[in-house]
Protein backbone atom coordinates (compact mmCIF):
# COMPACT_ATOMS: atom_id res chain seq x y z
CA UNK A 1 0.00 0.00 0.00
CA UNK A 2 2.70 2.74 -1.22
CA UNK A 3 0.48 5.85 -2.20
CA UNK A 4 1.25 7.98 -5.21
CA UNK A 5 2.78 10.83 -3.09
CA UNK A 6 5.02 8.55 -1.51
CA UNK A 7 5.66 7.20 -5.17
CA UNK A 8 6.90 10.95 -5.92
CA UNK A 9 8.64 11.34 -2.89
CA UNK A 10 10.71 8.49 -2.59
CA UNK A 11 12.63 9.38 -5.54
CA UNK A 12 16.12 8.88 -4.62
CA UNK A 13 16.99 5.47 -6.26
CA UNK A 14 20.14 3.79 -6.17
CA UNK A 15 18.53 0.93 -7.87
CA UNK A 16 15.66 2.52 -10.21
CA UNK A 17 17.17 0.11 -13.22
CA UNK A 18 16.61 -2.90 -11.13
CA UNK A 19 12.99 -4.08 -10.83
CA UNK A 20 13.44 -6.15 -7.45
CA UNK A 21 13.73 -3.07 -6.21
CA UNK A 22 10.35 -2.53 -5.01
CA UNK A 23 9.94 -5.84 -3.58
CA UNK A 24 12.59 -4.94 -0.74
CA UNK A 25 10.58 -2.05 0.28
CA UNK A 26 7.21 -3.61 0.67
CA UNK A 27 8.23 -6.24 2.35
CA UNK A 28 10.20 -3.86 5.09
CA UNK A 29 6.79 -2.26 5.32
CA UNK A 30 5.26 -5.03 6.22
CA UNK A 31 7.93 -6.16 8.59
CA UNK A 32 7.51 -2.80 10.31
CA UNK A 33 3.85 -4.03 10.53
CA UNK A 34 4.75 -7.29 12.94
CA UNK A 35 5.32 -9.32 8.83
CA UNK A 36 7.56 -12.27 9.66
CA UNK A 37 7.35 -13.90 6.26
CA UNK A 38 8.26 -10.71 4.76
CA UNK A 39 11.19 -10.34 6.96
CA UNK A 40 12.20 -13.58 5.90
CA UNK A 41 12.31 -12.55 2.21
CA UNK A 42 14.11 -9.62 3.61
CA UNK A 43 16.26 -11.79 4.72
CA UNK A 44 17.35 -13.74 1.71
CA UNK A 45 17.32 -11.01 -0.37
CA UNK A 46 20.12 -8.93 1.41
CA UNK A 47 21.98 -11.20 3.79
CA UNK A 48 24.22 -11.94 1.02
CA UNK A 49 25.41 -7.88 0.54
CA UNK A 50 25.14 -7.44 4.27
CA UNK A 51 27.41 -10.29 4.92
CA UNK A 52 29.87 -9.19 2.29
CA UNK A 53 30.06 -5.69 3.56
CA UNK A 54 30.70 -6.49 7.17
CA UNK A 55 32.99 -9.23 6.43
CA UNK A 56 35.31 -6.50 4.46
CA UNK A 57 35.17 -4.15 7.56
CA UNK A 58 35.07 -7.06 10.21
CA UNK A 59 36.96 -9.27 8.60
CA UNK A 60 36.80 -12.26 11.11
CA UNK A 61 34.42 -14.60 10.33
CA UNK A 62 32.81 -15.12 13.77
CA UNK A 63 32.60 -11.62 14.31
CA UNK A 64 31.41 -11.43 10.84
CA UNK A 65 28.10 -13.62 11.90
CA UNK A 66 27.60 -11.92 15.21
CA UNK A 67 27.45 -8.15 13.50
CA UNK A 68 25.23 -9.66 10.65
CA UNK A 69 23.29 -10.95 12.90
CA UNK A 70 22.60 -8.05 14.77
CA UNK A 71 22.14 -5.84 11.67
CA UNK A 72 18.99 -7.84 11.17
CA UNK A 73 17.72 -7.80 14.20
CA UNK A 74 17.90 -4.26 14.08
CA UNK A 75 16.14 -4.35 11.11
CA UNK A 76 13.63 -6.03 12.97
CA UNK A 77 13.41 -3.81 15.78
CA UNK A 78 13.26 -0.62 13.71
CA UNK A 79 11.53 -1.51 10.84
CA UNK A 80 8.87 1.17 11.79
CA UNK A 81 11.55 3.79 11.40
CA UNK A 82 12.17 3.19 7.92
CA UNK A 83 10.63 5.82 5.42
CA UNK A 84 10.49 5.34 1.85
CA UNK A 85 10.31 8.99 1.34
CA UNK A 86 13.86 9.49 2.21
CA UNK A 87 15.33 6.79 0.59
CA UNK A 88 15.26 2.97 -0.80
CA UNK A 89 14.95 0.14 1.71
CA UNK A 90 18.00 -1.59 0.37
CA UNK A 91 20.17 2.01 1.31
CA UNK A 92 18.55 1.81 4.75
CA UNK A 93 19.43 -1.61 5.73
CA UNK A 94 23.02 -1.29 4.20
CA UNK A 95 23.17 1.85 5.96
CA UNK A 96 22.70 -0.05 9.19
CA UNK A 97 24.96 -3.05 8.08
CA UNK A 98 28.04 -0.23 7.72
CA UNK A 99 27.10 1.47 10.80
CA UNK A 100 26.92 -1.54 13.13
CA UNK A 101 30.13 -2.97 10.78
CA UNK A 102 31.93 0.12 11.88
CA UNK A 103 30.99 0.38 15.64
CA UNK A 104 32.63 -3.29 15.94
CA UNK A 105 35.63 -2.44 14.54
CA UNK A 106 36.07 0.84 16.31
CA UNK A 107 35.20 -0.54 19.96
CA UNK A 108 37.60 -3.37 19.23
CA UNK A 109 40.59 -1.34 20.18
CA UNK A 110 42.80 -1.00 17.33
CA UNK A 111 44.47 1.56 17.68
CA UNK A 112 45.54 3.65 14.41
CA UNK A 113 49.20 2.94 15.78
CA UNK A 114 48.69 -0.59 15.81
CA UNK A 115 46.84 -0.49 12.20
CA UNK A 116 50.00 1.88 11.12
CA UNK A 117 52.78 -0.46 12.31
CA UNK A 118 50.65 -3.96 11.06
CA UNK A 119 50.61 -1.68 7.61
CA UNK A 120 47.01 -2.47 7.18
CA UNK A 121 46.51 0.92 5.18
CA UNK A 122 48.04 -1.19 2.16
CA UNK A 123 45.50 -3.55 2.97
CA UNK A 124 42.66 -2.02 2.33
CA UNK A 125 41.21 -3.20 -1.81
CA UNK A 126 37.61 -3.28 -2.28
CA UNK A 127 37.79 -6.43 -4.20
CA UNK A 128 39.65 -8.73 -2.34
CA UNK A 129 36.84 -11.37 -1.73
CA UNK A 130 35.35 -12.69 -4.75
CA UNK A 131 31.53 -12.13 -5.22
CA UNK A 132 30.01 -15.64 -4.72
CA UNK A 133 26.44 -14.16 -6.11
CA UNK A 134 26.12 -13.55 -10.20
CA UNK A 135 23.93 -10.17 -9.27
CA UNK A 136 27.12 -9.16 -7.27
CA UNK A 137 29.16 -10.32 -10.04
CA UNK A 138 27.26 -7.68 -12.44
CA UNK A 139 27.36 -5.27 -9.79
CA UNK A 140 31.00 -5.49 -9.07
CA UNK A 141 31.55 -4.93 -12.96
CA UNK A 142 29.58 -1.15 -12.95
CA UNK A 143 30.92 -0.56 -9.46
CA UNK A 144 34.73 -1.10 -10.61
CA UNK A 145 33.87 1.06 -13.63
CA UNK A 146 32.67 3.84 -11.51
CA UNK A 147 35.73 3.22 -8.80
CA UNK A 148 37.85 4.06 -12.09
CA UNK A 149 36.58 7.22 -12.59
CA UNK A 150 38.24 8.34 -9.13
CA UNK A 151 41.26 9.74 -8.92
CA UNK A 152 43.60 7.65 -7.04
CA UNK A 153 43.27 9.93 -3.93
CA UNK A 154 39.48 10.08 -3.72
CA UNK A 155 39.71 6.16 -3.86
CA UNK A 156 41.90 5.56 -1.32
CA UNK A 157 40.05 8.39 0.78
CA UNK A 158 36.64 6.53 0.53
CA UNK A 159 38.31 3.09 0.61
CA UNK A 160 39.85 3.80 4.42
CA UNK A 161 36.63 5.78 5.28
CA UNK A 162 33.85 3.00 4.03
CA UNK A 163 36.07 -0.23 4.02
CA UNK A 164 37.98 0.85 6.63
CA UNK A 165 35.98 2.20 9.01
CA UNK A 166 37.90 4.80 9.93
CA UNK A 167 36.68 8.18 10.94
CA UNK A 168 37.67 10.99 8.45
CA UNK A 169 40.10 12.12 11.37
CA UNK A 170 41.90 9.20 11.66
CA UNK A 171 41.74 9.06 7.37
CA UNK A 172 43.51 12.09 7.79
CA UNK A 173 45.92 10.82 10.62
CA UNK A 174 47.12 7.67 8.01
CA UNK A 175 47.29 9.59 4.91
CA UNK A 176 49.06 12.39 6.96
CA UNK A 177 46.78 15.33 5.14
CA UNK A 178 44.55 18.21 6.68
CA UNK A 179 41.06 17.35 7.67
CA UNK A 180 39.82 19.67 4.94
CA UNK A 181 41.59 17.54 2.16
CA UNK A 182 40.36 14.60 3.38
CA UNK A 183 36.39 15.80 3.47
CA UNK A 184 36.81 17.50 0.57
CA UNK A 185 38.49 14.17 -1.76
CA UNK A 186 35.36 12.03 0.24
CA UNK A 187 32.97 14.40 -1.20
CA UNK A 188 34.16 15.11 -4.45
CA UNK A 189 34.85 10.90 -4.82
CA UNK A 190 31.41 9.86 -3.59
CA UNK A 191 29.65 12.50 -5.62
CA UNK A 192 31.38 11.04 -8.63
CA UNK A 193 30.36 7.82 -7.72
CA UNK A 194 26.87 8.96 -7.53
CA UNK A 195 26.92 9.92 -10.97
CA UNK A 196 28.98 7.42 -12.61
CA UNK A 197 26.35 5.13 -10.50
CA UNK A 198 23.13 7.20 -11.94
CA UNK A 199 21.97 7.45 -8.22
CA UNK A 200 19.03 10.33 -8.82
CA UNK A 201 16.75 12.25 -7.70
CA UNK B 1 32.35 26.22 12.74
CA UNK B 2 28.96 26.71 11.30
CA UNK B 3 29.69 27.09 7.72
CA UNK B 4 31.81 23.77 7.47
CA UNK B 5 29.23 21.84 8.78
CA UNK B 6 27.81 21.22 5.37
CA UNK B 7 31.02 19.65 4.34
CA UNK B 8 30.59 16.57 6.27
CA UNK B 9 27.72 14.90 4.77
CA UNK B 10 30.40 12.68 2.62
CA UNK B 11 31.89 11.66 5.99
CA UNK B 12 28.50 11.19 7.71
CA UNK B 13 27.12 8.73 5.11
CA UNK B 14 30.03 6.85 5.12
CA UNK B 15 29.55 6.59 8.77
CA UNK B 16 33.12 8.54 9.40
CA UNK B 17 32.08 10.82 11.57
CA UNK B 18 33.03 10.62 15.69
CA UNK B 19 30.33 10.10 18.04
CA UNK B 20 30.08 13.77 18.83
CA UNK B 21 29.95 15.32 15.45
CA UNK B 22 28.07 12.67 14.36
CA UNK B 23 25.30 13.87 17.04
CA UNK B 24 26.03 17.54 16.04
CA UNK B 25 25.50 16.81 12.45
CA UNK B 26 21.69 14.71 12.86
CA UNK B 27 20.68 17.67 14.85
CA UNK B 28 21.70 19.95 12.23
CA UNK B 29 20.38 17.57 9.14
CA UNK B 30 16.67 18.11 11.04
CA UNK B 31 17.29 21.62 9.47
CA UNK B 32 18.96 21.10 6.58
CA UNK B 33 17.07 20.25 3.26
CA UNK B 34 20.04 20.55 1.18
CA UNK B 35 22.10 18.43 3.60
CA UNK B 36 19.43 15.50 3.99
CA UNK B 37 19.18 15.39 0.24
CA UNK B 38 22.88 14.90 -0.34
CA UNK B 39 23.01 12.25 2.64
CA UNK B 40 20.52 10.14 1.13
CA UNK B 41 22.07 10.07 -1.89
CA UNK B 42 25.52 9.45 -0.80
CA UNK B 43 24.05 6.61 1.03
CA UNK B 44 22.52 5.34 -1.67
CA UNK B 45 25.62 5.41 -3.41
CA UNK B 46 28.13 3.36 -0.80
CA UNK B 47 25.23 1.09 -0.50
CA UNK B 48 25.96 0.35 -4.04
CA UNK B 49 29.42 -0.33 -3.29
CA UNK B 50 28.75 -2.83 -1.10
CA UNK B 51 26.73 -4.99 -3.65
CA UNK B 52 30.10 -5.48 -5.26
CA UNK B 53 31.28 -7.63 -2.37
CA UNK B 54 28.01 -9.21 -1.45
CA UNK B 55 28.48 -12.75 0.09
CA UNK B 56 26.48 -15.39 0.89
CA UNK B 57 26.32 -16.14 5.00
CA UNK B 58 26.49 -19.30 6.60
CA UNK B 59 22.98 -21.25 6.64
CA UNK B 60 22.86 -21.95 10.33
CA UNK B 61 23.03 -18.14 10.40
CA UNK B 62 19.46 -17.57 8.94
CA UNK B 63 17.67 -19.86 11.68
CA UNK B 64 19.65 -17.84 14.65
CA UNK B 65 18.45 -14.79 13.16
CA UNK B 66 14.63 -15.67 12.65
CA UNK B 67 14.63 -17.24 16.41
CA UNK B 68 16.29 -14.28 17.96
CA UNK B 69 13.54 -12.29 15.88
CA UNK B 70 10.82 -14.46 17.66
CA UNK B 71 11.81 -12.70 20.55
CA UNK B 72 12.41 -9.48 20.39
CA UNK B 73 9.69 -6.75 20.10
CA UNK B 74 9.86 -4.43 17.53
CA UNK B 75 9.93 -0.55 18.25
CA UNK B 76 5.95 1.02 18.07
CA UNK B 77 5.01 3.19 15.02
CA UNK B 78 6.02 6.66 15.06
CA UNK B 79 3.11 8.93 15.37
CA UNK B 80 1.62 11.94 12.99
CA UNK B 81 1.28 15.41 13.85
CA UNK B 82 -1.70 15.35 15.23
CA UNK B 83 -4.34 18.30 13.86
CA UNK B 84 -4.76 20.78 17.05
CA UNK B 85 -8.41 20.56 18.09
CA UNK B 86 -10.30 23.77 18.36
CA UNK B 87 -11.22 25.92 21.47
CA UNK B 88 -14.64 24.95 21.57
CA UNK B 89 -16.48 22.50 24.25
CA UNK B 90 -16.34 18.47 23.22
CA UNK B 91 -19.53 16.98 23.45
CA UNK B 92 -19.71 14.63 26.89
CA UNK B 93 -20.19 11.75 24.89
CA UNK B 94 -16.97 12.67 23.58
CA UNK B 95 -14.92 13.21 26.63
CA UNK B 96 -15.94 9.75 27.92
CA UNK B 97 -14.76 7.92 24.52
CA UNK B 98 -11.28 9.49 25.05
CA UNK B 99 -11.10 8.67 28.42
CA UNK B 100 -11.56 5.20 26.93
CA UNK B 101 -9.10 5.76 24.53
CA UNK B 102 -6.31 7.14 26.93
CA UNK B 103 -6.39 3.63 28.60
CA UNK B 104 -4.33 1.13 26.24
CA UNK B 105 -3.56 2.70 23.00
CA UNK B 106 -1.69 1.76 20.16
CA UNK B 107 -0.99 3.86 16.83
CA UNK B 108 -0.40 2.90 13.28
CA UNK B 109 0.43 4.94 10.38
CA UNK B 110 0.05 3.78 7.54
CA UNK B 111 0.11 7.00 5.37
CA UNK B 112 4.08 7.69 3.94
CA UNK B 113 2.93 11.29 3.15
CA UNK B 114 2.48 11.61 6.54
CA UNK B 115 4.89 13.88 8.66
CA UNK B 116 6.03 12.17 11.82
CA UNK B 117 7.21 13.49 14.72
CA UNK B 118 8.49 10.79 17.50
CA UNK B 119 7.04 11.45 21.01
CA UNK B 120 9.10 10.96 24.09
CA UNK B 121 6.41 9.68 26.94
CA UNK B 122 3.16 7.37 26.91
CA UNK B 123 1.64 10.89 28.66
CA UNK B 124 2.20 12.89 25.42
CA UNK B 125 1.54 10.31 23.30
CA UNK B 126 -1.67 9.65 24.89
CA UNK B 127 -2.62 13.31 24.48
CA UNK B 128 -2.11 13.15 20.79
CA UNK B 129 -3.87 9.85 20.37
CA UNK B 130 -6.84 11.71 22.23
CA UNK B 131 -6.69 14.74 19.81
CA UNK B 132 -6.19 12.42 16.93
CA UNK B 133 -9.38 10.00 18.10
CA UNK B 134 -11.31 13.53 18.51
CA UNK B 135 -10.22 14.69 15.09
CA UNK B 136 -11.75 11.56 13.49
CA UNK B 137 -14.79 11.51 15.74
CA UNK B 138 -15.80 15.38 15.92
CA UNK B 139 -15.32 15.33 11.97
CA UNK B 140 -18.36 16.84 9.95
CA UNK B 141 -18.69 14.15 7.74
CA UNK B 142 -17.86 11.15 10.08
CA UNK B 143 -19.47 7.61 9.76
CA UNK B 144 -19.86 5.11 12.52
CA UNK B 145 -20.69 1.20 12.24
CA UNK B 146 -21.03 -0.23 15.85
CA UNK B 147 -21.34 -4.61 16.40
CA UNK B 148 -21.28 -7.05 18.78
CA UNK B 149 -17.69 -9.34 18.64
CA UNK B 150 -18.40 -12.60 18.64
CA UNK B 151 -16.95 -14.43 21.25
CA UNK B 152 -17.75 -11.09 23.27
CA UNK B 153 -17.70 -7.25 23.46
CA UNK B 154 -18.46 -5.14 21.21
CA UNK B 155 -16.46 -2.23 18.68
CA UNK B 156 -17.10 0.69 16.79
CA UNK B 157 -15.28 2.12 13.91
CA UNK B 158 -15.03 5.36 13.36
CA UNK B 159 -14.79 7.13 9.64
CA UNK B 160 -13.54 10.52 8.37
CA UNK B 161 -13.14 10.55 4.93
CA UNK B 162 -11.96 14.53 5.53
CA UNK B 163 -9.57 13.22 7.69
CA UNK B 164 -8.57 10.14 6.30
CA UNK B 165 -8.35 8.39 8.95
CA UNK B 166 -10.24 5.49 10.94
CA UNK B 167 -10.56 4.61 15.18
CA UNK B 168 -11.64 1.47 16.07
CA UNK B 169 -12.95 1.63 19.66
CA UNK B 170 -13.85 -1.62 21.41
CA UNK B 171 -14.83 -2.48 24.61
CA UNK B 172 -15.65 -5.61 26.71
CA UNK B 173 -13.23 -7.72 24.53
CA UNK B 174 -11.96 -10.92 26.08
CA UNK B 175 -8.38 -11.69 26.09
CA UNK B 176 -8.18 -13.68 23.40
CA UNK B 177 -6.96 -17.71 23.49
CA UNK B 178 -3.72 -18.93 24.74
CA UNK B 179 -0.90 -18.06 21.34
CA UNK B 180 -3.82 -16.14 19.29
CA UNK B 181 -4.43 -12.52 19.73
CA UNK B 182 -6.64 -10.32 17.52
CA UNK B 183 -5.84 -8.68 13.78
CA UNK B 184 -7.36 -5.93 12.45
CA UNK B 185 -7.66 -5.85 8.50
CA UNK B 186 -8.72 -3.35 5.76
CA UNK B 187 -9.89 -4.90 2.66
CA UNK B 188 -9.52 -2.81 -0.08
CA UNK B 189 -9.36 -3.05 -4.36
CA UNK B 190 -6.21 -5.20 -3.46
CA UNK B 191 -7.78 -7.71 -1.14
CA UNK B 192 -6.96 -7.51 2.51
CA UNK B 193 -4.30 -5.86 4.55
CA UNK B 194 -3.20 -6.38 8.21
CA UNK B 195 -3.55 -3.17 9.94
CA UNK B 196 -2.17 -4.49 12.90
CA UNK B 197 -2.48 -6.45 16.11
CA UNK B 198 -5.57 -5.76 18.80
CA UNK B 199 -4.31 -6.44 22.36
CA UNK B 200 -7.57 -5.90 24.96
CA UNK B 201 -6.76 -4.61 27.94
CA UNK B 202 -7.62 -5.57 31.68
CA UNK B 203 -10.57 -3.74 31.37
CA UNK B 204 -11.24 -5.37 28.21
CA UNK B 205 -10.54 -2.14 25.93
CA UNK B 206 -9.21 -1.57 22.59
CA UNK B 207 -8.17 1.25 20.19
CA UNK B 208 -6.85 1.44 17.24
CA UNK B 209 -6.14 4.51 15.00
CA UNK B 210 -5.45 4.16 10.91
CA UNK B 211 -4.83 6.83 8.79
CA UNK B 212 -4.14 7.34 5.14
CA UNK B 213 -5.17 5.41 1.84
CA UNK B 214 -8.45 4.98 3.39
CA UNK B 215 -10.04 5.84 0.33
CA UNK B 216 -9.94 2.67 -1.06
CA UNK B 217 -10.93 0.83 1.83
CA UNK B 218 -14.60 -1.36 1.61
CA UNK B 219 -14.33 -3.08 5.00
CA UNK B 220 -13.28 -3.56 7.92
CA UNK B 221 -12.56 -6.69 10.15
CA UNK B 222 -10.94 -8.30 13.03
CA UNK B 223 -10.27 -11.77 13.04
CA UNK B 224 -8.13 -14.42 15.46
CA UNK B 225 -4.95 -15.37 14.14
CA UNK B 226 -2.21 -17.15 16.38
CA UNK B 227 0.30 -15.23 18.00
CA UNK B 228 2.41 -12.66 16.29
CA UNK B 229 -0.24 -12.39 13.43
CA UNK B 230 -0.60 -14.00 10.04
CA UNK B 231 0.09 -12.11 6.83
CA UNK B 232 -3.40 -12.86 5.41
CA UNK B 233 -6.55 -13.95 7.60
CA UNK B 234 -6.67 -17.66 8.29
CA UNK B 235 -10.31 -17.85 9.89
CA UNK B 236 -13.83 -16.03 9.45
CA UNK B 237 -14.04 -12.77 11.16
CA UNK B 238 -14.82 -11.80 14.51
CA UNK B 239 -16.05 -8.50 13.74
CA UNK B 240 -17.10 -6.56 10.35
CA UNK B 241 -17.64 -3.24 9.35
CA UNK B 242 -18.78 -2.82 5.61
CA UNK B 243 -18.36 0.80 4.37
Known sequence: MVSNEARRLRSVRGLDRRSDADPLDENLLRVARGDQRAFEQVYDRIAGPVFGLVRRIVRDPAQSEEVTQEVFVEVWRTATRFDPARGSGHSWVMTLAHRRAVDRVRSAQASIDRDLRAGRRDQERPFDVVAEQVEARMEQEQVRRALDSLTDLQREAITLAYYGGYTYREVAELLELPLGTVKTRLRDGLIRLRDALGVTR | ?????????????????????????????????????????????????????????????????????????????????????????????????????????VILAFSLGFLTVQLRDRLTEARATEQRIAAVLSAEDVLTRSAPMSGGGQATLAVSPSRDAAVLLGSGIPAPPDGRTYQMWLTGPEGQTSAGLLEPDADGHVTRIASGELADVRQVAVTVEPAGGSPQPTSEPVWVARL
Open chain 2, 1 to 105: MTADIHTLAAAYATNALPPDERADFEAHLDGCDACSQEVAELQETVARLSLAVAQNPPAELRARVLTEVGRVRQLPSQLPVAPPLSGSARPGWLRGVMATAAAVV
